[in-house]
DNA sequence: ATGAAAGCGCTAACAG
DNA sequence: CTGTTAGCGCTTTCAT
């Protein structure tokens, strides 16, 4: 692994760096360098495993045939599998991807998108913490191609790969209705994200065209970081007292995890009491006890879409902001409830 | 987002690039540069939000700042968590994070490395194929810092952070063993992997510490691409016939899954007629029917762990290559081998 | 206390 | 067909 350079190849065979590189750039041909010159410039470079120095030459090319990821975080299943399809995809167009977790902290998401500007990133896949309008419409108007994945902002004319939310969560309450449940239940997670409000909305909308009140009392919103501990009083209340409930709404996989473990430590019977239905779900709910109905989200295509729209945007510099596009979520129905 | 270089502040400012490069890179005072031409520096710098770039800064300096991770796939929950853990700790060192996934691929990891070390990447940590000696080999060779999680290599000396597999899988056994089980299947992947050696080797050697006789007919090991097929069968084999297992050792959290799935669909009652124990985990293992018994692997520790040793590594240049952890998994006690 | 100039490794006009 | 030369933006040695 002697690090080899442009130009040792090109002392060694006594050409100039300038013919070294176009051949090694695949442009041999169009400027019309001898396929003897090419094939011994090729020869001695896989030889010796040359390999270009990625600074250097992006730096000159002023591009780095690399896409940044921006995701909340990482170890949440769910942008693990949008960061895989992702990669796969973008290694499909040539490009290598840099992911950073934003860790739901609008600071750091913010450090990061310039941080990874620094770093002279092509493009930029961001699921953002909504809450740097600002520094998105920089980037527009800085004509800087990027796409948001799974979270947008409403107000602002961008790339967007998202699902429906408003209508996932619609399906899923009425799944409920159509299954006998009078008293449904809300649980989300404290945040202005438009995807929470969507999916509050769709609760709404389902139970309004249902003919049923939506009851204040059993739509929680819980703090994002004392989830757990908030859930249990949450789960309580909705159990017993005059606002019990036949049936719950969770809108994230990890709460419908931590509702159903309160429920079971209060021995409450899923689904014959109390139904859940979840949005969005994590590896096993299928084995849970019962399974667990959820909307699932489409990963892989959102990984693809976003991966194309943005190389396409990056490739063809005529930038125009207006690739929306709103992906269905599909209701994988088990036994949570009812059968 | 007007771009600005450092070019532009020291014409702004009428400095040179040199002063304003030391100031920016708190090198001021110890170049004696006045503190009234540092505030200016600063002042100015902010209030345009100077951002350096990173290809310029890391080919002069031929470093970046920036770590590599190389998993098999980030979009499995285990190493979705080692590379969230890995990321926090580089960020408290002052380093980014770069990953890719080979996808169990040794082609792909090789490419990976390479491209890698071209990125100019100050040091990689590797949840490697285990089929690549001759890279890592030439890695140590390069005094490159490095450092293996989760694999090794087991003949050459390299830093590593690993699990204790063979006494993980001992201490899985023997919790069969002392729950009265009698005849306990093994369910694998085919691989070279050392890591499932030690486990299959743990698993003979419980099996024989108890007193008990290895039975090959009930030690499988599936292909890593068609499990989900060969589940089914290795499954129903195990159950019925001569070779009738009271107990299965799974040794992934896919493959605990995958082999539920189909105990239920042959309605064999977990843990009375078969008690099922897994190594890893997934997310909602404890919501199973039954909740899983399972092996906890210290992921964070792990993530921790390997970004010190490699940060040392990077820091201070004399690279021994001698950093071997090899962690302790945790038995979580549920209810799918027996109460 | 500050500046000039060279250099990191690569690309790309422009010249021949 | 190939070479010369001038950058890309930053750091750093050596002067002053």
């Known amino acids: 692994m002697k690090k080899i350079f442009l130009k040792d190849i090109a002392e060694e065979l006594a050409l100039s760096k300038t013919t070294v590189s176009l051949v090694l750039n695949n442009r041999g041909d169009e400027n019309k360098i001898s396929k003897e010159t090419q094939k011994r410039v090729w020869d001695f470079a896989r ?12 730096l ?14 990482i170890s949440d299943i769910f942008y693990a599998q949008i960061a895989h399809h992702v990669e796969l995809k973008a290694k499909e167009f040539g490009y290598n991807v840099v992911f950073s977790s934003s860790n739901e902290n609008a600071g750091t998401e913010k450090e990061l998108i310039y941080s990874m500007l620094n770093r002279q990133i092509d493009g930029l896949i961001i699921a953002s913490t909504q809450k740097n309008q600002e520094e998105i419409l920089e980037l527009i108007e800085a004509k800087f191609p990027f796409v948001l994945i799974d979270r947008h902002y409403p107000e602002i004319k961008a790339n967007y790969v998202i699902v429906d939310n408003l209508e996932g969560v619609k399906n899923m309450a009425f799944h409920l209705v159509n299954n006998g449940r009078k008293q449904i239940g809300f649980i ?21 065209e249902a003919g049923f009140e939506v009851n204040p009392a059993i739509v929680k919103e819980l703090d994002a970081f004392h989830y757990q501990v908030e859930m249990k009083e949450t789960i ?20 419908t995890a931590s509702g159903l473990r309160e429920l079971k430590s209060l ?8 139904a859940i239905i979840s949005f969005d779900e ?32 990056i490739e063809k510099k005529d930038i125009k902001m207006d690739n929306q596009r709103v992906l269905k979520t599909r209701l994988l129905i088990r036994r949570s409830c009812g059968v």
């Open 47 to 58: 030889k010796k495993n040359y390999q270009p120095n990625q600074m250097a030459r992006g």
């Open 60 to 73: 000159s090319l002023g591009k780095s045939e690399t896409i940044g990821l921006i995701v909340p975080n």
């Open 188 to 208: 989300s997670i404290e945040s202005q994200l438009d995807a929470m409000l969507q999916r509050r909305l769709g609760y709404e909308m389902a139970l309004q």
């Open 236 to 255: 309580k209340e909705m159990v017993s007292g005059s606002n019990r409930v036949d049936a719950i709404v969770f809108t994230t996989h990890y709460l």
């Open 267 to 274: 021995n409450v019977k899923v689904p014959d009491e109390v």
């Open 282 to 313: 994590t590896g096993a709910f299928d084995l849970a006890d019962p399974p667990i109905t959820a909307n699932q989200q489409p990963v892989e295509d959102m990984g693809n879409l976003a991966v194309e729209i943005l190389v396409n945007e």
